[in-house]
């Protein structure tokens, strides 16, 4: 094998593990669809109902990584309670 195929596995582990969240930075609703594993149309109630903040930026909508780091720490009574309603 060729030193330059072979890829260490901590660096594949990396490469394909899951995005990692900046609670200090803001996310696109694809990002934060991508972070909170859930569907564009789900991102979009959640906003409409007050339960997921936004900030707004000329046209753009962005998500707080602190929100999204909020929202998937919820317990998973309080998700099915929120969803739910």
Known sequence: MSQRNSVPPTELRTKLGPPSLDPLQRYSIPEA??????????????IKAGELRTIRDGGRTYIPGSEIA???MLPAESRADVSAA
């Open 33 to 46: 669809n991508a972070l909170l594993r859930q569907s564009n149309a789900r991102t979009y109630q959640q």
């Open 70 to 72: 909020r929202r998937s």
